[in-house]
T-cell receptor, first 114, second 111 residues
Framework: NAGVTQTPKFQVLKTGQSMTLQCAQD?????MYWYRQDPGMGLRLIYY???????DKGEVPNGYNVSRLNKREFSLRLESAAPSQTSVYFC?????????????FGSGTRLTVV | LAKTTQPISMDSYEGQEVNITCSHN???????ITWYQQFPSQGPRFIIQ???TKVTNEVASLFIPADRKSSTLSLPRVSLSDTAVYYC????????????FGKGTRLSVIA
């Protein structure tokens, strides 16, 4: 099993450009999450989807939109990229029930906005 | 969500046991305590989870006192490859209450 797959792994955007970060999981998990991590910092939650068909804002949602396309896929869109959105973006998934397995993270997308 | 407090950084020599303590004074009855490990340029990886007393797996042990207001992650005989950031999180894992990551503890293992 691949677990959580994120694409692309690296991306450079110009200010004002748009792009969509893709995330897919093959573990039949109910919940999915998008975090961003700035250098030397912990992870901050952008958006999450507790189950298929629902999405909610996290700590830092401004400038982002999400789509839970189906149970497997959860995409993150930057409509008009800004240099402040330069970061590493991690997608994660979880069963969504009390469990001993925790979150499974993808390998991240490194985004630079110039 | 319960707030956690853990040391910013720790140093250890290879072969030593490392204990990282996390404080979570406002932990709720249905909250679990979970620890993650993050290597540079990788996403965090689940290490261990517990509710009370002691939990042990092939990677680490987790000690939780009766009042559950703190927890200690114990890494036996660390090696250079254990150099990473370790995050302590408290939450109900319900999907509707996402985990909040702090800055974690940066563990440096020295030869």
């Amino acid at each position: 099993n691949a677990g959580v797959t994120q694409t692309p792994k690296f991306q450079v955007l110009k200010t004002g450009q748009s792009m969509t970060l893709q995330c897919a999981q093959d573990m039949n998990h109910n919940s999915m999450y998008w975090y961003r991590q700035d250098p030397g910092m912990g992870l901050r939650l952008i958006y999450y989807s507790a189950s298929e068909g629902t999405t909610d804002k996290g700590e830092v949602p401004n400038g982002y939109n999400v789509s839970r396309l189906n149970k497997r896929e959860f995409s993150l869109r930057l409509e008009s990229a800004a240099p402040s959105q330069t970061s590493v973006y991690f997608c994660a998934s979880e069963k969504g029930q009390t469990t001993n397995y925790g979150y499974t993270f993808g390998s991240g997308t490194r985004l630079t906005v110039v | 969500l319960a707030k956690t407090t853990q040391p910013i950084s720790m140093d250890s020599y290879e072969g030593q046991e490392v204990n990282i303590t996390c404080s979570h004074n406002n932990i709720a009855t249905n909250d679990y305590i979970t620890w993650y490990q993050q290597f540079p340029s990788q996403g965090p990886r689940f290490i261990i989870q517990g509710y009370k007393t002691k939990v042990t797996n092939e990677v680490a042990s987790l000690f939780i006192p009766a009042d559950r207001k703190s927890s200690t992650l114990s890494l036996p005989r660390v090696s250079l490859s254990d150099t990473a950031v370790y995050y302590c999180l408290v939450g109900a894992h319900s999907g509707n209450t996402p985990l909040v990551f702090g800055k974690g503890t940066r563990l440096s293992v020295i030869a």
